[in-house]
T-cell receptor, first 114, second 114 residues
Framework: DAMVIQNPRYQVTQFGKPVTLSCSQT?????MYWYQQKSSQAPKLLFH???????NEADTPDNFQSRRPNTSFCFLDIRSPGLGDAAMYLC?????????????FGAGSRLTVL | GENVEQHPSTLSVQEGDSAVIKCTYS??????FPWYKQELGKRPQLIID?????GEKKDQRIAVTLNKTAKHFSLHITETQPEDSAVYFC?????????????FGDGTTLTVKP
């Protein structure tokens, strides 16, 4: 089945220890997004790639970086995780232009910072 | 930028009753309005959407209405069932701009009591 796959599903790291989360998709969508979702809150967009063009949200901390080496893969790097970065990280994809911004989400990577 | 407000934050209904969730948006240029359902520990999934050239859309027990003039849209679930219990997010986006980023409401936790 075409889908969005995130790894790992659960990541535990220590304060300040870098973490990389990965996302792959078989939908051939040209847009990939990274959202941060904290408990009982709405997903918050960190950044997205529209093809190879990187778009950072104004309030995304510098601690968060992203890479998209090819159409299928996208990575979220957290350089020095703090306690406040503990959250679910959701990858999503969409196809533009299609007249609608339908998001297909991955299952998420839950990050715990000790 | 776009601001989406969602109400209520929690909603509890008896099985078989109807549930209504309302959202307002600020940017009159927004023209695509999806609703996502997120069950506990799972990814958000699109359940219904509406575009600005349509006033109402229905899919079995779920319907969405849009009032462009008032800039609000609503999700209606009829004959609710326990499996409808989840967090529901509304979103708004603008077709054709910057990959059509979605702005989410804060979510509504719906509980359907058997």
């Amino acid at each position: 089945d075409a889908m969005v796959i995130q790894n790992p599903r659960y990541q535990v790291t220590q304060f300040g220890k870098p973490v990389t989360l990965s996302c792959s998709q078989t939908l051939n969508h040209n847009v990939m997004y990274w959202y941060q979702q904290k408990s009982s809150q709405a997903p918050k967009l960190l950044f997205h790639y529209y093809d190879k063009d990187f778009n950072n949200e104004a309030d995304t901390p510098d601690n968060f970086q992203s890479r998209r080496p090819n159409t299928s893969f996208c990575f979220l790097d957290i350089r020095s995780p703090g306690l406040g970065d503990a959250a679910m990280y959701l990858c999503a994809t969409s196809f533009r232009p299609s007249g609608a911004n339908v998001l297909t989400f991955g299952a998420g990577s839950r990050l715990t910072v000790l | 930028g776009e601001n989406v407000e969602q109400h209520p934050s929690t909603l509890s209904v008896q099985e078989g009753d109807s549930a209504v969730i309302k959202c307002t948006y600020s940017d009159s240029a927004s023209n695509y309005f999806p609703w996502y359902k997120q069950e506990l520990g799972k990814r958000p999934q699109l359940i219904i959407d509406i575009r600005s050239n349509v006033g109402e859309k229905k899919d079995q027990r779920i319907a969405v209405t849009l009032n462009k003039t008032a800039k609000h849209f609503s999700l209606h679930i009829t004959e609710t069932q326990p499996e409808d219990s989840a967090v529901y997010f509304c979103a708004a986006s603008i077709k054709g701009t910057n990959a059509g980023k979605s702005t989410f409401g804060d979510g509504t936790t719906l509980t359907v009591k058997p």
